[in-house]
Each structure stands twice: as C-alpha cells, then as structure tokens.
Nanobody, 115 residues
Framework: QVQLVESGGGLVQPGGSLRLSCVAS????????MAWYRQAPGKQRELVAS???????NYAESAKGRFTISRDNAKNTVYLQMNSLKPEDAAVYYC?????????WGQGTQVTVSS
C-alpha cells in the first residue's frame, strides 16, 4: 500500500507563488508517473501537470509558462511550483502517482488565491 501526503497549499494573493509537495511512502516499487490535478467547487477534476519517470513533462494550457512540475526520485516526491497565481487557480490540488501499474491519490491540499 502506498500513501501520499500533499503539503504547501494555502492563501496567496493574485500574482503570488506557492510550491506544493507530495511525498509517497509505503511499499513502493517504481513510480512510473506522477501528476498534479485540481478540482474547483462545482467543476470536474482536471490535470494540471504530469511527469514521467524519465522526466518528460506535460502541462495543461492554463498552467504552461506559470507552473513547473518536478520530482525527486530518491525522496519519492513530486513538486509543483506555481507562479503568477490567478483567482481561477484556486482549487483543491491532488497528487497522483502510478506505481507498479497501481494508481494512488493524495487527500488534497487547498489553494486559495484572493486579495
């Protein structure tokens, strides 16, 4: 079993930055894929960014140029650096990993963007 714990969310003003972290623990074999999703009230969960085991990244159009996903394989951790935050970025952010073809989700961390 694998557990994911996200951190780094909070309240930030428009134009500000946050760095989210997600640490995986438990019986981990080989994390193939790591990603960040978000879900705003009344909306579907959407992919924000993903990164493969070899570092190939993919971003939602809304995240390109502002967000950066990275991972530390030694620490089983994925990060999401979010810059130039906008009110529409406010949501609960979830990390997801795929380990040995099993899919795991974190509990989410709230990001609020407001002046």
């Amino acid at each position: 079993q694998v557990q994911l714990v996200e951190s780094g969310g909070g309240l930030v003003q428009p134009g500000g930055s946050l760095r989210l972290s997600c640490v995986a623990s438990g019986t981990i074999f080989n994390i193939d894929y790591m990603a960040w999703y978000r879900q705003a009230p009344g909306k579907q969960r959407e992919l924000v960014a993903s990164i493969t085991s070899v570092g190939t990244t993919n971003y939602a159009e809304s995240a390109k140029g502002r967000f950066t996903i990275s991972r530390d394989n030694a620490k089983n951790t994925v990060y999401l650096q979010m810059n130039s935050l906008k009110p529409e970025d406010a949501a609960v952010y979830y990390c997801q990993i795929v380990d040995a073809k099993y899919n795991y989700w974190g509990q989410g961390t709230q990001v609020t963007v407001s002046s």
